[in-house]
């Protein structure tokens, strides 16, 4: 089959020699999906920029030779490479919300894409736009196009970068991680539109991920990429079926994780009834209430101690607004009873000596840990809330240990701050801040999902291990139906509020019951 692109012996190095990209061949066939997997720094962007020479300028190409229509891209004037960026090879970027403009409408911006490589006149060129946004699945869109990115939701933000993508029906189309942003039904929708898209353009994808459940979904061909070499190729099939490299066998294996179930007999420790969070919508001069915004409504559950419950659903199911209410952070009616000890009913000077057995790990640890603050800091501010009579050399030697069961080192990390540290560690340093008080039940909000699936592993494996050794609960949320399958006990199911489904995770993703679980499901491999 004839490649529309090859790579050809490619090596990549920064100015203070260190080799990023070392010595390799990738072929795109045309009309094909060839899929680029690997943990970041593996040299998997690098090797998709190099193609339309956006390299950064630090980075220095030492070999090697990139061909298309016969040329080679890497000695071509920057003149002609211009002309086919956007044009004739095309790219999707992770974030759609960094990559559209704020303050032009989206019109402008597919117009803008369309018109550097095109003489158009404007009626033909509004009625490519409106095409390209109706192909994408905007027609809502289509006829309102003065709006802008900030307007839209992630799946929709995404679509319009996907319409600026074909405008000029290209040859092939680099995704650089284009789903990894999105809730799970989100993702699944611009997967299939992708696929979609390409059959009927018969065009080439380059897709980049670090998720083997998304490329399984779209990718005829498969090159695993570690420490900037391909250690190994071949298709789909091949890959997941009969993986050779012992680290393709652990990405693969990372996919296809089941909780062991959890047999102890153990104590009720948090029950949740008829709990409702419920927006008052007010209008009017005197803001009279009119409705209301049903963010959780009824909702009932239970958690035993070390056990874990995994919450799903997309954006706007209510999962943040479930978690903010059992923290006391946002008003609620029903029950939270933690310990047989209703926190609806209590007074606001008693809740201190609860939260301390509540603890929360947010997704994203960088935002979450102050940059001002170096480690040692961070987790005595909580000691000094909860425990104000430690003694210095206590409160030192909690840090310790606590860092030291994180899998970091007093010594090594104890005076550095957030920027210092890789996303996984950061995320430990998070897990220790929670962790270093002692609770009872840990909520863990995304915790893995800005992570490498290997560093993902890592964490979930951690967790696992501190669940065991201190009886831990976890209340997990994730989007991402292969993490909670692999760490949950329960599973419960949110839309718009409402409970959908709420059973063992063995019925859930074995029997669901709705088409929205089932459609959830249907992003595991």
């Given at each position: 089959?004839?490649?529309?692109?090859?790579?050809?012996?490619?090596?990549?190095?920064?100015?203070?020699?260190?080799?990023?990209?070392?010595?390799?061949?990738?072929?795109?066939?045309?009309?094909?999906?060839?899929?680029?997997?690997?943990?970041?720094?593996?040299?998997?962007?690098?090797?998709?920029?190099?193609?339309?020479?956006?390299?950064?300028?630090?980075?220095?190409?030492?070999?090697?030779?990139?061909?298309?229509?016969?040329?080679?891209?890497?000695?071509?004037?920057?003149?002609?490479?211009?002309?086919?960026?956007?044009?004739?090879?095309?790219?999707?970027?992770?974030?759609?919300?960094?990559?559209?403009?704020?303050?032009?409408?989206?019109?402008?911006?597919?117009?803008?894409?369309?018109?550097?490589?095109?003489?158009?006149?404007?009626?033909?060129?509004?009625?490519?736009?409106?095409?390209?946004?109706?192909?994408?699945?905007?027609?809502?869109?289509?006829?309102?196009?003065?709006?802008?990115?900030?307007?839209?939701?992630?799946?929709?933000?995404?679509?319009?970068?996907?319409?600026?993508?074909?405008?000029?029906?290209?040859?092939?189309?680099?995704?650089?991680?284009?789903?990894?942003?999105?809730?799970?039904?989100?993702?699944?929708?611009?997967?299939?539109?992708?696929?979609?898209?390409?059959?009927?353009?018969?065009?080439?994808?380059?897709?980049?991920?670090?998720?083997?459940?998304?490329?399984?979904?779209?990718?005829?061909?498969?090159?695993?990429?570690?420490?900037?070499?391909?250690?190994?190729?071949?298709?789909?099939?091949?890959?997941?079926?009969?993986?050779?490299?012992?680290?393709?066998?652990?990405?693969?294996?990372?996919?296809?994780?089941?909780?062991?179930?959890?047999?102890?007999?153990?104590?009720?420790?948090?029950?949740?009834?008829?709990?409702?969070?419920?927006?008052?919508?007010?209008?009017?001069?005197?803001?009279?209430?009119?409705?209301?915004?049903?963010?959780?409504?009824?909702?009932?559950?239970?958690?035993?101690?070390?056990?874990?419950?995994?919450?799903?659903?997309?954006?706007?199911?209510?999962?943040?607004?479930?978690?903010?209410?059992?923290?006391?952070?946002?008003?609620?009616s029903g029950q939270i009873e933690f310990n047989k000890i209703n926190?609806?009913?209590?007074?606001?000077?008693?809740?201190k000596d609860l939260r301390k057995n509540i603890q929360i790990v947010?997704?994203?640890?960088?935002?979450?840990?102050?940059?001002?603050?170096?480690?040692?800091?961070?987790?005595?501010?909580?000691?000094?809330?909860?425990?104000?009579?430690?003694?210095?050399?206590?409160?030192?030697?909690?840090?310790?240990?606590?860092?030291?069961?994180?899998?970091?080192?007093?010594?090594?990390?104890?005076?550095?701050?957030?920027?210092?540290?890789?996303?996984?560690?950061?995320?430990?340093?998070?897990?220790?801040?929670?962790?270093?008080?002692?609770?009872?039940?840990?909520?863990?909000?995304?915790?893995?999902?800005?992570?490498?699936?290997?560093?993902?592993?890592?964490?979930?494996?951690?967790?696992?291990?501190?669940?065991?050794?201190?009886?831990?609960?976890?209340?997990?949320?994730?989007?991402?139906?292969?993490?909670?399958?692999?760490?949950?006990?329960?599973?419960?199911?949110?839309?718009?509020?409402?409970?959908?489904?709420?059973?063992?995770?063995?019925?859930?993703?074995?029997?669901?019951?709705?088409?929205?679980?089932?459609?959830?499901?249907?992003?595991?491999?």
């Open positions: 089959m004839s490649s529309i692109v090859s790579i050809n012996n490619l090596s990549i190095s920064f100015k203070n020699n260190q080799k990023v990209v070392n010595n390799i061949n990738v072929d795109i066939p045309k009309g094909k999906t060839i899929a680029i997997v690997g943990e970041s720094g593996s040299g998997k962007t690098l090797s998709a920029l190099s193609i339309l020479r956006l390299l950064p300028s630090s980075a220095i190409i030492e070999k090697g030779s990139i061909n298309y229509n016969q040329k080679d891209l890497l000695n071509l004037p920057i003149k002609e490479i211009e002309k086919i960026r956007g044009n004739k090879i095309s790219t999707i970027f992770q974030e759609p919300m960094s990559s559209l403009n704020p303050l032009h409408t989206i019109d402008k911006q597919i117009k803008e894409v369309i018109t550097t490589h095109n003489n158009i006149n404007n009626n033909e060129l509004n009625q490519r736009v409106k095409k390209l946004l109706r192909e994408v699945n905007l027609d809502d869109l289509s006829n309102r196009q003065k709006i802008y990115s900030y307007e839209l939701s992630g799946g929709q933000r995404q679509r319009v970068m996907i319409a600026m993508s074909i405008a000029n029906n290209p040859d092939l189309l680099i995704a650089d991680e284009p789903t990894t942003a999105l809730d799970v039904t989100v993702q699944l929708q611009i997967l299939e539109l992708l696929k979609k898209i390409q059959q009927e353009r018969k065009m080439s994808i380059m897709f980049i991920s670090h998720n083997l459940g998304v490329v399984n979904k779209i990718a005829d061909y498969i090159y695993v990429m570690k420490d900037g070499k391909i250690i190994e190729s071949g298709e789909k099939s091949e890959i997941f079926n009969n993986p050779k490299e012992d680290y393709t066998k652990q990405l693969v294996s990372f996919q296809n994780q089941k909780r062991q179930k959890n047999n102890l007999e153990s104590l009720e420790i948090l029950k949740i009834n008829k709990l409702k969070v419920w927006y008052p919508i007010k209008k009017g001069i005197f803001k009279k209430t009119i409705d209301y915004v049903k963010a959780i409504d009824d909702i009932n559950f239970t958690l035993n101690e070390r056990e874990t419950i995994g919450i799903v659903g997309e954006s706007g199911s209510g999962k943040t607004s479930l978690i903010l209410a059992i923290l006391k952070l946002i008003n609620s926190l609806n009913s209590i007074k606001k000077n008693k809740l947010f997704q994203d640890p960088y935002s979450s840990l102050s940059p001002r603050m170096n480690v040692e800091e961070i987790l005595t501010e909580g000691l000094e809330v909860h425990f104000p009579k430690l003694s210095k050399n206590e409160k030192q030697k909690k840090i310790s240990d606590i860092l030291n069961e994180t899998g970091m080192n007093y010594e090594r990390d104890h005076n550095k701050y957030p920027h210092e540290f890789s996303g996984g560690q950061r995320q430990r340093i998070a897990i220790a801040r929670a962790l270093i008080l002692k609770p009872k039940i840990l909520i863990l909000d995304e915790p893995t999902s800005a992570l490498d699936i290997t560093i993902q592993n890592q964490i979930l494996n951690l967790l696992q291990n501190l669940q065991d050794k201190y009886a831990l609960s976890y209340i997990f949320i994730s989007h991402d139906m292969d993490v909670i399958r692999s760490v949950s006990d329960k599973v419960l199911v949110l839309k718009t509020g409402k409970l959908i489904e709420y059973d063992a995770a063995e019925i859930i993703f074995n029997k669901p019951i709705s088409n929205y679980t089932k459609n959830l499901i249907r992003s595991v491999i």
